[in-house]
């Protein structure tokens, strides 16, 4: 530099200084931005490895709630169908009681002894004990007065799709049973039905001895062997002794139709377990939970600690979930008491499929972390070009510039660090405010971004995913137990050929408010019933259950028609009850005499049915006295009509969900319409079910693309008389 001038001395030396500056700050800063990335990688990853690993629990324990909540909506269901079946079976008891405590105040009634012809049809059977003597005066009148309870057998036999066969058993030794078996009690080759003592069974000696409503442990049936249960309760005489047993039975297969339901997810399955730990029901064809019946290996002993400790739980009649290996394969167990039959029902699902939610959440916490650290390498990539031209002008510039960019470049970085450790410490509440308005900046608003959104995903996601599984969950149990209780068979009394009826039901929701009934009251008697609750969805589909309940118990001690608007009155007074929620029934219920076409009829404030008159070949309202509602007011006196049906007339009621039906133009399908439609020459030669879906199809053309307003329910019954069509 000798031969250089000050001037380029000062220059040279001032770019020298210039540059050393650059390398240094430039490797400091470099430097600085390796050792943040690193760091900031690794904060990531342990703050999304948290976060999935706390919201999985939080999920897990929601999954494992949902179970829980299915279990006690099946429990209730089955416990439900059991308790109606005890109601029915106490019933039976009362019934029988006072047939022999007040023998006078009834007739003595023929039953037979079981025929090979009738089988398959359901029939009332008489079958005595071997060391009976038939000839006794005393015996055959007791057998008269005993068969006054044979309709009540038919009706629950009827009514209850799980029922085997109903039946009354004497302590004199004869029975009288109702079920479509009546080959199955000869032998073959023999003309005779062989003789049986009913006392000997296991059901007739445990209510006898414990003098109470009983379920019997499994046992073999009779006549086929099959496993089955059944529910009895014991009558009693005049002086207040046993005198017999009522008992009504069902196999094993017919309660796995209770115990199943609906499937439980793609691995679920569940199981009936008694009192010594014997699975009398199950689902699985193999391994530990098959059912093996009283005779099998008791579970209590099992091999499998976990399994024989769960095993106890559910004996001691504890609700409760577990993990546990069963046949090779983790799984969730849950548990709960059947208290009408003695037992424990469970539920079992793979613990893979209860937990794929779980790992479902944990890939997209996994993806989250991933996408903030592909975004963070692109910020330091954009900031380390940002130096490479900035260093261009670090060469041109002064050397407290270069002081002055480093500075701006090195203190951003040690904030942005300190609020990542702070971040990584548990602290998501912490905000980066960085205002370098360069990659730094944005790195920062990543980090912000990265916190609020895992704080989002942590509360969210466990509650939408329970709420959604709890709804689905229980608005399923809902409509499988509206559905349910509605007669779906048709026809549904085949052997009665003086009428047949036909109805079905369109909720606007998941579950309705409106429904249709019909019975048999007694051999000549059916009851029929259309009505229609206040409101929609849950609340109205509990209320219906309900008014259906109270108005079918109180139909089925009637008398004669003479019965039907004290009936009505009675039903009323009791919905008034407790009626917190001012909900009310609209309803039309009628009593026909099959043999005379008599059909008395109370209208409580229902739309008015239409009455086809074969002779004018036409429909036409019925002229309905409109009395009030029911729940609305007690102590009501209602009114009843009557009217008389021929061969070839018919009935048609309907709720207001069809002339009420609204299309695009919010114009009401209407009554007249309704009578328009059913008027048509082509109707006239429609069976019951297709003169309904005629309807249905005319609604349908009316309300267009138009959304349902409200529930839709019709009922048709046609009237042939003595002489069937």
Known sequence: MGNMGIKKQT??????????????VGGIFLYGMNNIRSHAVQIGQSIGQSAADNSSAILREDLKGDL????????????????????????????????????QDYHLREVAEPRRELAGQLSAQLQYAPTVSKG????????????????????INSSQDTVAAVYVASATGFCITVDDRSDKK??????????????????????????????????????SGNL????????????????????????LTQVSEVIEGTRLGET??????????????????????????????SLLDSEDEALAQIAQQMTAKETGISEVVIDGTPCYLAYTPITEMNASYGIVMEAAEVDSPVQANAEIIEQTTADFIGILNQSIQRTLLAVLVLAGLFLLAV???????????????????????EIASGNLEKKLSINTGNEIEHLAVCFNAMTDELQSQMKNLAQVTADKERISTELSVATNIQESMLPRIFPPFPEKKEFDIYANMHPAKEVGGDFYDFYMVDENHVMITIADVSGKGVPAALFMVIAKTILKNFALT??????????????????????????????????????????????????????????????????????FVLGGMDELNFVGQDLTLEPGDKLFLYTDGVTEALNEAEELYGEERLLQTLNAPETNSLNLQELLAAVQKSLSSHVGTAAQSDDITMLALSYYGDKPQ
Not at 228 to 251: L, W
């Open 68 to 103: 829980r909540r299915m279990l006690t909506n099946r429990g209730k269901q089955i416990e439900l169908i059991f308790a109606n079946l005890s109601q029915n079976v106490t019933m039976l008891s009362r019934e029988m009681t006072k047939i022999k405590q007040a023998p």
């Open 558 to 627: 009637m008398s004669g028609s003479n019965d039907l608007a004290p009936l009505v009155s009675c039903t009323n007074d009791q919905l008034c009850q407790n009626n917190d929620a001012m909900m009310f029934v609209t309803a039309f219920v009628g009593l026909l005499n099959i043999k005379t076409g008599h059909f008395t009829y109370v209208n409580a404030g229902h739309n008015p049915p239409l009455v086809y008159r074969s002779k004018e070949n036409k429909f036409s309202y019925m002229n309905v006295k409109r009395n």
């Open 268 to 297: 679920g399955y569940g199981f009936l377990m008694d009192t010594q730990g014997h699975i009398i029901f199950s689902a699985k064809d193999s391994g530990v939970l098959q059912a093996t019946g009283p005779e099998g290996k």
């Open 11 to 24: 220059l040279f030396l001032l770019l020298l200084f210039c540059l050393g500056t650059l390398l240094l």
């Open 399 to 421: 050397p407290f510039i270069s002081n002055r960019v480093a500075e701006r470049f090195v203190s951003p970085i040690h904030e942005l660090a300190d609020g990542v450790r």
């Open 228 to 251: 089955g249960i059944t529910c009895a309760a014991p009558y009693y005489d005049q002086a207040g002794e046993v005198a017999g047993v009522v008992g009504a039975g069902m196999f």
């Open 136 to 155: 006794s005066a005393a015996l055959q009148r007791e057998i008269g007065l005993t068969a006054n309870l044979q309709d009540w057998l038919f009706q």
């Open 186 to 223: 000869f032998k073959n080759g023999e003309t005779e039905p062989f003789t049986i003592d009913f006392r000997t069974r296991p059901w007739y000696h445990d209510a006898t001895t414990q003098k109470k409503l009983i379920f019997s442990n499994v046992f073999h049936d009779l006549y």
